[in-house]
């Protein structure tokens, strides 16, 4: 019997953490964030003094780095033994993982982990290109989207609950730049096809997201 997977796509502030994590726990399969992977590698360049864009040095980062997720109520993800959950979540980090994510040789060595993983216990996968690369053959593909605006206000809310200094125009340039960033990036860009359900999510609260979702993957079995 093949494992579960679970394809949750979409652009930042969509929810998409928030909604694996939730619909995981639902299918009872393991959640994979392969966002907080990307966002660790851009910690781990950082720490390092690499250049986000210096492809021969990412790659060869990224080959010795040790991700692990650590499942909870707040799931934790773990660099080389450090748990770095909250350090990967500032906006810096943000930006750099969306220049890592373009990285093909980058890509390459994270997918293969993204995948040793799913095939293993199957698992929930959210990121901007699950779906279309890392498990095409899923019949389960979601693609989550959502105003830029309300992404943006989002991302305000959750950055002023930790108390960083930030303002709204600011985040919402941030988000306009990252969609064009990860939608127009040479290599597994930002999209979806036929064989993906949409959710908007402007509208919608988590739970009705999730329920959506877990309806969808359980009538397929039905």
Known sequence: ???????????AGVGKSTVSRLVAQELGIPQIDTGAMYRAIGLAAIRAGIDVRDEERLADLAARSDIEFIPGEKPRTM???EDVTDFIRTPEISMA???VSAVPAVRRVL???QQAMGQRNGGVLEGR?????VFPDTPHKFFL????????????RELTAKGQAVDFD?????????DRQDSTRADSPLMYDATYTVVDTSDRTIPEVVSRIV???????S
Request: zero cysteines.
């Open 97 to 99: 993982a969306s220049h």
């Open 79 to 81: 660099l080389n033994g």
């Open 145 to 156: 989207t959502a105003r830029p605006e309300v992404r943006a206000e989002r991302r305000y």
């Open 1 to 11: 019997m093949q494992p579960l997977i679970v394809a949750i796509d979409g652009p």
């Open 111 to 113: 997918v293969k982990l």
């Open 215 to 221: 309806e969808a993957v359980r009538s397929a079995f």
């Open 129 to 133: 290109d699950i779906g279309t690369k």
């Open 170 to 178: 600011t985040v919402l340039a941030e988000t306009v730049q990252r």
